[in-house]
């Protein structure tokens, strides 16, 4: 199956720490990404796990566990231009050369 | 500067007509993709292509149709056979299938 779920909504303070949960079901898999997207624009990329663990990038950090095939984007440090949806993408699935996304977390930080 | 391009940014089109929505990309990328996004929901794959003259069909083909002659261009018809058009149309390309995808501003397509 392809179901990438991810939660609809998040709400968080500004200066705190939130963390987007992204879980999938795959028969193939070849790398799952992170992108972030500000209404009405295009998604800009995030991160990228290939391998299990943790990946760092300032106040982003997203991890991998292929056994379990669970994601999390975790973000520090919340500022207010942090409100955006965040969207989970697998690559791979069913063995395709394509990419898939979920629905998205939409999160908004209030001050 | 190298990136992806969309044209044009807001279209209109009466019901039952065909539109083709341009995509060009001058990043040396081998695949390209499309994909719908309506509103409040996540991006649902149309087609993607992983070289020049060969592309895929998506989740959501019925009613569009794409053609790949040239690595640069990725152009998309929405034909008047999809029952449900209006919707925000993003196009991507990357280096290669399954890898970080950059993405054009996106075309708001209305059909009245």
């Known amino acids: 199956g392809q179901n990438i779920d991810q939660p609809t909504e998040m709400t968080a303070t500004e200066g705190a720490i939130v963390q987007i949960n992204c879980t999938y079901q795959t028969s193939g898999f070849n790398g799952l990404f992170w992108y972030q997207q500000h209404a009405g624009e295009a998604p800009t990329f995030l991160s990228y796990?290939?391998?299990?663990g943790l990946e760092e990038k300032g106040r982003f950090s997203s991890f991998l566990s292929r056994s379990k095939g669970y994601s999390y984007l975790l973000l520090k440090e919340l500022q207010m231009k942090d409100s955006a949806s965040y969207l989970c993408?697998?690559?791979?699935?069913?063995?395709?050369?394509?990419?898939?996304f979920g629905a998205g977390t939409r999160l908004t930080v209030k001050p | 500067d190298g990136g992806i391009t969309q044209s044009p940014k807001y279209l209109f089109r009466k019901e039952g007509q065909n539109v083709t929505l341009s995509c060009e990309q001058n990043?040396?990328?081998?695949?390209m993709y499309w994909y719908r996004q309506d509103p409040g929901q996540g991006l649902r794959l149309i087609y993607y292509s992983q070289i020049v003259n060969d592309f895929q069909k998506g989740d959501i083909a019925e009613g569009y149709s794409v053609s790949r002659e040239k690595k640069e261009s990725f152009p998309l018809t929405v034909t008047s056979a999809q029952k449900n058009p209006t919707a925000f149309y993003l196009c991507?390309?990357?280096?290669?299938?399954?890898?970080?995808?950059?993405f054009g501003p996106g075309t708001r397509l209305t059909v009245l």
């Open positions: 993408a697998v690559g791979g699935l069913d063995n395709n050369n394509d990419m898939r």
């Open positions: 990043l040396n990328h081998d695949a």
């Open positions: 991507a390309s990357s280096i290669r299938g399954v890898d970080e995808q950059f």
């Open positions: 796990n290939v391998l299990d």
